[in-house]
């Protein structure tokens, strides 16, 4: 993000919208939650002429959603107005953790019976994590398994409403 | 930053070559232990831990990806092809993760030993001098937190279970033991890539990180752990002496891709 281009009301504008358009973009495997909502913008260039550059940080390695997510991530921005030329590029080397999530993704991911990272990854030891049920909010709640449907999280069940969750998993 | 300028300029052609050899064998060995566990996709013992192995899987399998694309930078050609094309004779597995996988005690001890494995080499390439493969690394680690946990509980699981479990494991550990060396062979390059920084480390100060970890928990696991070092003279060391096991695999591994190997697409 160059100072110079900041001063530039024509491109802090296609810049905004590039950024709201984002924001549009679900995780297919979290559809509440946008690319934004879970810091896996790392960073979003404007040139003059309309060229639009956006960096993304990987979530988990090995995640299959990454390729449906960069092509819904290349066809929102190219209806973009005022963007010509998009690139969309997934920085592999850069390191993603659950600590760039955006506040606000913990109440979309609760929407989808998710719970949000208890912790920063290695904070507590596993069984001392505290993690609330998404549907009554009672924290006498416990791990099934470290392993759920995706590579991001793990079974939980809760005591109280004998309700089976997730948990995004710190990494 | 020294570290950066030398990040910006890359590697030389020398270690270049070096670099690619040591990403094959950090990539060759995820995508074939991968291979593995996703064998007990269906058949695992119980629900949890199918699912288990398969995200296991699945993340091993991706971190493959990600050092076979490390490697392509480098000029080693396509990912997809350095992964699926490769014959027998070129791959740097070691004949560790080749083994089938036998049974469910077989299973969970490899798992156990190849993560504290995994563990100590990632470490050592966290403090890469070569800038990508360092972050690679530290990414990768991350996500491993959850494999050793989860490794080192049902091997716990299990072993205090008694009995069969234990008399099982003990057959594995003495099984395995003679093809652990094969995951220390850092290859031709070994003595290059510890001095130019890339893999600050040589292989026995891997194996004795390695060992640290492991004898001690095996040991309190009443498992009396083979002699260190003492059954490793056998011709599975290398990592180049394949298991016949991999033959197979790949050969399952290319199946559809052997349909008509001139339409596959990516």
Redo the contacts between chains.
């Keep these: 993000m160059e100072a110079t281009e900041r001063r530039r009301p024509e491109l802090e504008g296609l810049r905004q919208r590039v950024w709201d358009a984002l924001a549009e973009v679900a995780d297919p495997e979290l559809p509440a939650v946008s690319v934004v909502d879970l810091g896996m913008v790392g960073s979003v260039d404007v040139e003059p002429g309309g060229t639009v550059s956006v960096r993304m940080l990987p979530t ?5 959603a990454l390729a449906i997510i960069e092509g819904r991530v290349r066809e929102r921005l190219a209806a973009v107005d005022g963007a010509t030329t998009v690139e969309v590029r997934f920085d ?6 659950t600590e760039r999530l955006r506040p606000e993704a913990a109440d979309k991911l609760r929407s989808l019976g998710i719970a949000a990272p208890p912790c920063r ?2 904070e507590r030891p ?1 069984d001392a994590w505290r993690v609330a049920c998404p549907y009554c909010g009672s924290t006498d709640t416990a791990l ?8 991001c999280r793990a ?1 939980y069940t809760c005591n109280q409403c004998r309700q089976p969750f997730e948990v995004m ?1 710190p ?1 | 930053m020294a570290q950066d300028d030398k990040a910006a300029r890359g590697p030389s052609v020398a270690e270049g070559a070096a670099l690619v050899d040591l990403l094959l064998q950090m990539a060759d060995d995820d995508l074939v232990l991968g291979h593995r566990h996703s064998e007990w996709l269906g058949v695992a013992p119980d629900i949890e831990e199918d699912v288990a192995f398969s995200s296991i899987a699945q993340d091993e399998v991706g971190h493959a990806a990600l050092y076979y694309e490390l490697a392509s930078q480098l000029g080693a050609g396509d990912a997809d092809r350095l992964a699926f094309d490769r014959p027998v004779g070129e791959r740097r597995s070691a004949a560790f993760v080749e083994l089938e996988n036998g049974d469910w005690a077989r299973t969970a001890m490899r798992h156990f030993l190849y993560d504290a494995f995994e563990e100590v080499r990632l470490d050592a390439c966290t403090r890469s001098g070569w800038q990508p493969l360092q972050r690679a690394a530290t990414k990768v680690r991350r996500e491993e937190f959850y494999h050793r946990l989860h490794s080192r509980t049902q091997l716990h699981h299990l072993a205090k279970a008694g009995g069969e479990a234990f008399a099982r494991l003990e057959h594995a550990l003495a099984d395995l033991w003679p093809y652990v060396a094969s995951l220390f062979d850092l290859g031709p390059h070994a003595a290059e890539l510890r001095a130019t920084g890339v893999l600050p480390a040589d292989a026995a100060a891997l194996r004795s990180a390695w060992e640290a970890v492991v004898v001690p928990e095996l040991s309190e696991l009443g498992f009396g752990v083979p002699a260190c070092g003492g059954t490793d003279a056998t011709s599975a060391a290398h990592r180049g002496a394949h298991h016949p096991a991999l033959a197979e695999l790949l050969t399952t591994m290319r199946a559809v891709l052997d349909v008509d190997a001139a339409a596959a697409s990516w």
């Design positions: 988990f390695v090995g995640c299959p592999r080397e850069d390191v993603w953790t990854l290695r596993v099934q398994n470290l392993f759920g449907p995706t590579a079974l998993k990494v």
